[in-house]
């Protein structure tokens, strides 16, 4: 089982968080979401006719990708990935 952005789920590629959980849990703003689905730049989302889901999966990988050691470092894969 992974924990992950405080949510508890068996199987993170097949579990799916709203787009006010993902605010919520990310502590952001919801506005900063639907910047990012319009401009880029947040993580992966899916549609389901109007409403938009972000798959715990893709939420990890974004997370991985933007996680640093330091100032001006390229992102590193961080062993304290949320689980």
Known sequence: MFKVLQIECDDPEHTFLTQHELAENL????????????????????????????????????????????IGDRAVRSPRRLR
């Open 27 to 70: 502590g952001f703003p919801l506005s900063r979401l639907t910047g990012w689905r319009k401009n880029g730049g947040g993580p992966k989302f899916t549609k389901f006719g109007k409403s938009v889901a972000y798959k715990v999966s893709e939420v990890n990988a974004w997370i991985d990708e933007h996680t640093h050691e330091r």
